[in-house]
Each structure stands twice: as C-alpha cells, then as structure tokens.
C-alpha cells in the first residue's frame, strides 16, 4: 500500500489528498518513517505529507473504537460529510465479474475492457442522478 500512495503521489500536483482506507487510523501511522525505505524519488515533500487528509469508510468505522471514529470520519471533515468513502468497495462488486475475462488479455485489451466497464459504471451513475432528485422530491 505505501508504494502504491507513494509513487501515485510522486506524480500529482494535487495539494488537498484525502485517502479512504478501511484501516487508515493503523496504515497512515509511521507512514512517513516507512517511506523513507523506499526510494528517494518516491519521498514527498514534509508540507505536502503534512496536508494528507485520512479517512475510513462510512460503513467500517462503526467497527473502530470511539477514537477512531471520531478523528478518521468523513463527517468531521470540510466538504467530504456526505461522502461515505464507499464507492470504491460498489464498484469492485460491480468489476470483480469481469477478471475471468480479462486475465487472459493482452494489457491493452485488458485496460481497454475495465476502462470500457468504469466509464459504463459512472454512466449508470449520471444516469441516476436525476432519478435520485425525482425520488427525493416525491417521497
């Protein structure tokens, strides 16, 4: 997991990075004395590392203590209190069906197919937007 933040983060330009992780309160800890095992190239800036925001799901954190839940929620976050961090676990359910046939394929066939499958998945979710307002209003 820390090489993948890490060398994800080597290329960003963002400065506001939140990760959604079901065990961040255990993950981010000595984070930054793990990163510095890895390569040099891969280090982010102290200001930056600092900036990180970490969170837990809206549905794991009722499995964390009170401490957690409290320090690690999205509620207790600026802009992110309606966000439950699951969406990531939805479309795994929605991809997983998928990895029987992609295993076999080529890298490019294979990232064309699950581009092709996420970019259907927000699709379907755009598409229920205006279903989910209608509801809203009815109800």
């Known amino acids: ?9 080597m290329f960003s ?11 961040a309160c255990q993950w981010h800890r000595n984070l930054n004395t793990r990163m510095q095992r ?5 280090w982010i800036a102290p200001d930056l590392f600092q ?12 499995a964390h203590g ?15 209190a309606r966000t439950d961090g699951e969406d990531p676990e939805r ?13 076999e394929m080529s890298p490019g066939a294979r990232f064309d197919t699950l581009d092709s499958h ?5 699709w379907r979710k755009i598409v229920k937007f205006g279903l989910s307002v209608f509801m809203t209003r009815v109800s």
């Open 91 to 103: 479309f795994w359910a929605h991809i997983n069906p998928a990895s029987l046939s992609t295993r």
């Open 66 to 80: 009170p401490k957690c839940q409290y320090k690690y929620s999205f509620n207790y976050q600026k802009w992110s």
């Open 38 to 42: 890895l390569p040099q190239e891969m």
């Open 51 to 62: 900036a990180l925001l970490f969170f837990i799901p809206k549905l794991h954190i009722y």
């Open 13 to 23: 330009t963002l400065t506001f990075i939140a990760f959604s992780y079901d065990i």
């Open 1 to 9: 997991m820390d090489f993948l933040a890490l060398y994800t983060l």
């Open 118 to 122: 996420a970019a259907h998945w927000n």
